[in-house]
């Protein structure tokens, strides 16, 4: 299947800590398919992150294959841009020459790289900002900030791990749909972390719902709400209700809520 571009096959993962083995995923199967915009929510520890990370190519699975775009993964994938949970910004770079850091490794002239930087940073509302240094920076603002330094680069396949997670609700809304143009415009495949079902169905075509630790699929679901969404009012758009109700479900016997 040409068109799948990561494919997770009975994917296990266990870390070895000094308390003793962490089974964190286990048996994962999970092909997305070239332009799918797939969100995976579960509660927190079910191992989100270290899906992303076998991705990446930042660590091996216990089991299983990752295969990404028709090649399993053995070493670090840097085809694929990741936008990790924690803001990972060089603290020696000003904003802006952070966001043009992936262009300048790539020998893109001083001027150019510094008009493409500065596109994003005013996508992403940092116009102002471009010569402060990391520290000097909201969390969400180092939120925006990293999603800025890997879209400048523009890589079809991203990975982003609760990229929202941290933004107050308005400026939220306003990436997802900052996010969802993009993805529009430019065929992207996204694998997007959250833990919020509203944003995943805002989002995705897909969302995946992993149990609790060791973190298996539970469900999938198909978001058939039409495109393109207006993800401010997603609420009130004939489907979202069930959706929502469908999703919850079955997330709340993983949280233990009753
Ligand atoms: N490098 C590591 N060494 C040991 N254990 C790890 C390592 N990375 C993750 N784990 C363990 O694997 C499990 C899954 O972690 P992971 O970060 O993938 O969860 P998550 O679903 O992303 O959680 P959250 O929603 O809180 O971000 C956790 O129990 C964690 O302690
Ligand atoms: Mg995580």
Same mark, same amino acid.
């Given at each position: 299947? !040409? ?5 997770? &096959?009975?994917? !296990? ?10 089974? *964190? ?7 997305? *398919? ?21 991705? *990446? @190519? ?6 299983? %294959? ?27 770079? !000003? ?6 850091? !992936? ?9 150019? %790289? ?10 992403? @509302? ?13 969390? @969400?603002?180092?939120? +925006? ?20 997670? =941290?933004?107050?609700?308005?400026? %939220? ?13 430019? *065929? ?11 944003? =995943?169905? &805002? ?32 609420? @009130? ?7 929502? +109700? ?13």
């Amino acid at each position: 299947m !040409s068109d799948v571009v990561i494919h997770f &096959a009975g994917v !296990s993962k266990n870390f070895a800590a000094k308390g003793g083995i962490t089974e *964190a995923v286990r048996d994962v199967n999970l092909p997305i *398919a070239r332009n799918e915009f797939v969100c995976v929510v579960g509660p927190s520890g079910c191992g989100k992150t270290t899906l992303l990370q076998l991705c *990446a @190519g930042l660590a091996r699975p216990t089991a299983g %294959r990752v295969v990404y775009k028709g090649r399993e993964i053995t070493g670090i994938n840097t085809d694929a841009g990741y936008i990790t949970q924690e803001s990972n910004l060089y603290p020696w770079r !000003s904003l802006i020459e952070n966001v043009e850091f !992936s262009l300048e490794m790539r020998g893109m002239a001083k001027a150019e %790289r510094r008009r493409e930087a500065q596109q994003f940073i005013d996508l992403m @509302g940092l116009a102002g900002f471009e010569e402060h240094y990391p520290y000097q920076l909201s969390g @969400g603002m180092q939120k +925006r900030a990293s999603i800025a330094r890997t879209m400048v680069y523009d890589p079809d396949v991203v990975l982003m791990d609760e990229p929202f997670g =941290a933004l107050d609700a308005q400026t %939220r809304m306003i990436l997802q749909a900052e996010l969802l143009k993009v993805w529009s415009l430019k *065929a992207k495949t996204i694998l997007f972390i959250t833990h919020d079902i509203v944003e =995943a169905i &805002a989002l995705a075509d897909r969302v995946v719902l992993m149990t609790r630790r060791p973190g298996t699929i539970k469900d999938v679901f198909r978001v058939d709400l039409p495109r393109p969404r207006n993800v401010f009012e997603i609420h @009130g758009q004939p489907g979202f209700a069930e959706m929502y +109700r469908r999703i919850w479900e079955h997330f709340k016997v993983e949280m233990k809520v009753e």
